[in-house]
């Protein structure tokens, strides 16, 4: 594409612009860079109508995303449903609810393919042949298949005691799955440093501005699904708080670029109460995040203990009037289970956690009844089956008999009449 609509680097604190390269952070002030982009053009080049003639993946914001080129990794990522969750917003007693559904993102099931498509579409035009992460899971899965089928090399970094199915979703794609004994903020100082050293492309340290900006399709997509609406409130989990951050830049360029109209919006941020640093900021109305050096929850994808990106979701929450919660584990079991039972998702950890805090925030009328609402729902829950599986039933064992199944059945409809 010739065609430039990704212009730059940008320090987030100084405004500093820098190159286009595999750097992350502002030479003066140590603050983050990010993708800029010369709106101007992309608003004489998009429309709504242009966009929908596209097909049904992230990449039909391509003007949007940071590389030059066309995207060559990820090409079938997103587009997820927009589940309207009408049985869930019964048992939430509110009017109108959504469910943004990427426990079936292509192709590793959960947002993560959404950022590695970015970060690894720019790796290879940046000339990387060996791609890597720190990971606490999803984006290690993503990171090993993305590579596979792009023919990179990989090495994913993760803390040694996640689970099972996390660590055979890297590891079937032949990738080289590296272990760490400690928190993800260890594995993450490490990846730095091993960055600094090979020259690889990690996806979130030196490829972070690509990899960030993956996220905000998920958000161009709720717009559209919607019939190109801002949702009031959205409620997004958060690890480094990047997504959350994200969503809100995707809601503020889809007006500057006129898709839609302007309209006011509240972004929502969801932890577990056992690694809690972004909430209990926002809680205590300050934005100097307290790190957590021993996370201890279920919720393993959200358990980053030094948020990178806290600081700017906690000011993203206070600016957009949102709010923040974070719920226990036994909180989060009941949350996958409510959103499996009345809606037939079956999310990860995470999705419980998004769950049970809207469902907080709707109680303590944080979120108003009457307004629309989107839930980010951002991994699948075959993931994380260990978390569940101890607080569902066994299933009920008979021979296969006929007589046996009318004497389970009969036992069942005890006292009711039959529904033959
Ligand atoms: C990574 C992840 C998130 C959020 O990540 P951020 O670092 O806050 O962008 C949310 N849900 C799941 C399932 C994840 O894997
Ligand atoms: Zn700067």
């Known amino acids: ?67 030059d080129g066309d995207p060559t990794v990820g090409l079938q990522v997103g587009f997820t449903p927009l589940v309207k969750a009408r049985q869930l917003a019964q048992a ?46 999803n984006l290690a899965n993503s990171v090993a298949a993305n590579a596979a089928a792009s023919g990179l090399k990989s090495y994913v970094l993760i803390p040694a005691d996640l689970e099972a199915s996390k660590v055979l979703n890297s590891l079937v794609y032949g990738t080289n799955v590296i272990g760490i004994h400690g928190a993800y903020d260890q594995v993450n100082r490490l990846c730095s440093e091993i960055a600094g050293k090979y020259g ?86 300050t934005d100097l995040i307290k790190p957590q050096p021993k996370p201890n929850t279920i919720a393993k994808s959200l358990a980053i203990g030094t948020p990178a990106d806290g600081y700017y979701a906690v000011n993203v929450m206070r600016k957009t009037g949102g709010s923040a919660e974070d719920v226990s584990d036994a909180e989060i079991i009941e949350g996958i289970k409510l959103l499996a039972e009345t809606e037939g998702i079956f999310a990860e950890t995470a999705g419980g956690v998004t769950t049970a805090c809207a469902r907080k925030l709707i109680e303590a009328g944080k979120i108003p009844r009457d307004e629309p609402i989107v839930l980010c729902i951002t991994g699948n829950g075959l993931k994380t089956a260990e978390a569940v599986q101890p607080h569902l039933p066994s299933p009920r064992l008979i021979k296969p ?6 004497q389970l059945v009969a036992a069942e409809l005890q006292g009711s009449p039959a529904t033959v």
């Open 200 to 285: 690889w492309g990690f996806v979130n340290v030196n490829l972070r501005p690509y990899y960030a900006e993956g996220s905000k399709t998920m958000g161009y997509e709720i717009i559209e699904q919607l019939g190109w609406k801002i949702p009031a409130h959205t409620v997004v989990p958060m690890a480094s708080g990047s997504l959350l951050t994200k969503i809100c830049k995707s809601y503020q360029e889809a007006v500057r670029v006129g898709l839609v109209e302007e309209s006011h919006f509240s972004i929502h941020g969801a932890q577990a109460t056992g690694c809690n640093p972004i909430a209990l900021a926002h809680k205590a109305g």
């Open 401 to 406: 008999s006929l007589r046996e199944f009318d």
């Open 92 to 137: 939430l007693g509110v009017k109108e609810l959504y469910v943004k559904n990427d426990t079936v993102n292509y192709p590793t099931l959960s947002f993560k393919d959404r950022v590695v498509s970015v970060a690894l579409s720019r790796a290879r035009e940046l000339g990387f042949k060996i791609v890597a992460c720190a990971s606490t899971g």
């Open 1 to 67: 594409m010739a065609t430039e609509f990704f212009s730059h680097l940008k320090c987030r604190e100084c405004g500093r612009l820098y190159p286009k390269k595999a750097i992350h952070v502002c030479e003066f002030d140590f603050g983050p860079l990010e993708a800029d982009y010369d709106y101007n053009l992309i608003r004489s080049q998009i429309s709504r109508a242009r966009i929908e003639s596209r097909p049904q993946s992230m990449w039909r914001y391509r003007e949007l995303l940071p590389i």
